[in-house]
């Protein structure tokens, strides 16, 4: 079992940064590829970026590409989403998630979420 507890969102000005936490409990955090998906209000829970096992391979959504940088520290069980010039557009709920593989990400076959922690950016 693993518990995905998010951290760091907030209200920021468009073009102002935020760096969200993904803090997971249990001693097998670097066997997941781990994630974040957003959700807009009224829209559907969306790709974001994701990392590998190691950290060595990322991927993200065209929209956030060059903005947005996903890290992850397998020493401290906690990945990442570092945000900058952020959108109004950016606004959403952000969850961590954690899968066995980047083709269960893909699929959004996802073994544990976190609840999800408010990034609110006014323009």
């Known amino acids: 079992q693993v518990q995905l507890v998010e951290s760091g969102g907030g209200l920021v000005q468009a073009g102002g940064s935020l760096r969200l936490s993904c803090a997971a409990s249990?001693?097998?955090?670097?066997?997941?590829?781990m994630g974040w998906f957003r959700q807009a209000p009224g829209k559907e829970r969306e790709f974001v970026a994701r990392i590998s096992w190691s950290g060595g391979s990322t991927y993200y959504a065209d929209s956030v590409k060059g903005r947005f940088t996903i890290s992850r520290d397998n020493a401290k069980n906690t990945v990442y989403l570092q945000m900058n010039s952020l959108k109004p557009e950016d606004t959403a709920v952000y969850y961590c998630a954690a899968a066995g593989g980047i083709a269960a990400i893909v699929a959004r076959t996802i073994d544990y979420w976190g609840k999800g922690t408010l990034v609110t950016v006014s323009s």
């Open positions: 249990g001693r097998t955090f670097s066997s997941y590829v």
